[in-house]
């Protein structure tokens, strides 16, 4: 069966990593059908639409979505993408390279993060001069789905032993509290080990030693932020993949943005994005050609050739052809 | 002028690191006047009531409490404290100290967190059987008096060089936008450099340099959590003072906990207590006997003796001795 990928470049080096992890799927024996569209500050300039509607129909449609990253639009256009895959778990992998610098070089671990509510739910007002507020929705129904994701993904069938619940539940009791009884009791329900941990306890924890964790499930905002935190302990955001999983298709996506700074180069650095090609190959069940691709690019970050940003001075395109050939 | 202290040791170690500190400010040449008064886990269990009616009165009247720690109760108890004394900035800084163990030993940094709202505003409300909410709360004037301090604290007058505010104004675009441009406002109405940074890509960037901030002022929740991130990079919470500011009283704790696994055994580290009073001098326009305590603190710390969770088999009562000794 054919699977529609939909490939969105956006700005800055998203035009240049994201074509490469095309490339690199390519070279799979895999049946994929790819289309392009566009997102992002240049197509707002463009046309003063930084998500057009075509494109969001694309990713409401393919079975997957490969994205690259936007600029100044960002939010404009990460957040309406997520919904338009219906994604309700984003998978946020944070593991520290061998040969990589890295303050915590023994971190390993994996956010699941909810995806549709929490603050980025979106109702604002400005009730008067002085006052603007925000409703932040907890939902159980999106607690239970991503608890149910969650118990299959670190359940007695995976190679880890369970989650941690991550939450603010001490001040917000309500919202934070449903959470965390939802996830708890899903968990129980289906014969899954779980302990909790406060958020900003947490923190402080995973600098003094992240292997007290391994899979961390975890509101929506907390998950950004606790996210790229383990991503500072990893040595940055350079090398971090993302999968954001709805019902019926998927979003991947690098963590990292633009990086206008050497975007047009041919410099940056695409094994983020190649890895999150391995996360929706994954994902469409290419299990062996997933595998495939994430051990070529451990070879590559640990043998060469490298980019500047690891000290190297390879090109996108040498990193890309060395993975290919390693697959 | 005599000052009124209000004392409130709190549950577990409070119990041991608070009469430390009131120790180190009796040895010392200012006009206090002391009363203790109960809070916690402790108080809960005879009374039914994690803060007494008459703990509140005493730190709502007192010029200046310090507070040790409470444990299962520790939110009953110290968000209603904090609105006792009428705190609308925690500063939390997060320092380093020469020969203590730490992922980032170079992080000198003060968190100045709005103490008010944000989602601690307590507005939650189950709407139904699904669902949940929480309305955040973030006020023009609350963002107003926050900057102001910050213009004071970090200002032309200070040893800092402005401040940089951490948001997520890219979501919240409402609330966070209100707090980042009114806090924006002030320092430009003041003279006071600042730059900005979104709360998540903070949590990266000082994992990876923390030497590139200096103070940071943010929404109520988000310092929570970016605090005790820097706690994590300079080792823990164990030797983290803080001061909840009000217009006219201040509330001083510790930022650790209650530490059940060494209380009642004489040996909790009471460095963060003490700096915690210091914090409490320089309130009160002690600048020399604070500094005095700073001092003897930061030379303790280096030369002993230390307790165990630094690595030494010293008691809580000999690093006091040895602190007031060295003022
Ligand atoms: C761009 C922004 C809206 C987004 C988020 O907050 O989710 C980003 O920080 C991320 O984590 O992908
Ligand atoms: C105990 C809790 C309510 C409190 C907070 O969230 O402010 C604590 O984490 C702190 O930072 O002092």
Same mark, same amino acid.
């Given at each position: 069966m054919t699977h529609e990928i939909a490939v969105i470049p956006g700005d800055g080096i998203g035009q240049e990593v994201t074509p490469a992890a095309v490339e690199v799927l390519e070279a799979l024996d895999v049946d994929f059908s790819f289309t392009e569209a566009e997102a992002g500050d240049a197509v707002k300039a463009e046309t003063g639409e930084a998500l057009p509607e075509e494109t969001y129909e694309l990713a409401a449609t393919a079975d997957a979505t490969l994205f690259g990253a936007a600029g100044e639009t960002a939010a404009?256009?990460?957040? *309406?993408? #997520?919904?338009?895959?219906?994604?309700?778990?984003?998978?946020? *992998? @944070?593991?520290?390279?061998?040969?990589?610098?890295?303050?915590? *070089?023994?971190?390993?671990? $994996?956010?699941? #993060?909810?995806?549709? !509510?929490?603050?980025?739910?979106?109702?604002?007002?400005?009730? +008067? &001069?002085? $006052?603007? +507020?925000?409703?932040?929705?907890? +939902?159980?129904? @999106?607690?239970?789905?991503? /608890? !149910?994701?969650?118990?299959?993904? /670190?359940? *007695?069938?995976?190679?880890? %032993?369970?989650?941690?619940?991550?939450?603010?539940?001490?001040?917000? #009791?309500? +919202? %934070?509290?449903?959470?965390?009884?939802? $996830?708890? &009791? $899903?968990?129980?329900?289906?014969g899954v080990d779980t302990d909790e941990v406060l958020i900003d306890a947490f923190a402080t924890k995973v600098c003094l030693d992240p292997t007290q964790f391994d899979v961390i499930v975890c509101p929506n905002l907390a998950g950004d932020v606790l996210s790229d935190l383990a991503a500072g302990l990893v040595g940055g955001l350079g090398l971090l993949p993302s999968a954001n999983i709805g019902p019926d298709r998927g979003l991947f996506e690098p963590v990292h943005g633009t990086a206008p700074d050497i975007a047009g180069e041919g410099v940056a650095n695409p094994a983020a994005t190649i890895i999150s090609a391995a996360m929706l190959l994954e994902y469409l069940d290419y299990d062996e050609e997933a595998a495939a691709v994430h051990a070529a690019v451990e070879e590559t970050l640990a043998d060469g050739p490298r980019t500047p940003d690891l000290g190297g001075n390879a090109s996108t395109a040498d990193v890309t052809a060395a993975v290919i050939e390693r697959l």
């Open positions: 404009d256009v990460i957040l *309406p993408l #997520r919904e338009a895959v219906g994604s309700f778990v984003n998978i946020r *992998p @944070a593991k520290a390279y061998p040969g990589i610098d890295a303050v915590r *070089p023994e971190t390993d671990l $994996v956010f699941l #993060r909810e995806n549709t !509510e929490g603050v980025y739910s979106g109702h604002e007002d400005r009730l +008067t &001069e002085d $006052v603007a +507020t925000l409703t932040r929705v907890t +939902t159980q129904s @999106a607690s239970e789905q991503l /608890a !149910e994701f969650a118990c299959e993904y /670190a359940g *007695p069938e995976s190679e880890h %032993d369970g989650f941690t619940i991550a939450h603010k539940a001490n001040v917000m #009791r309500e +919202t %934070d509290g449903l959470f965390r009884d939802t $996830v708890a &009791e $899903v968990a129980a329900d289906n």
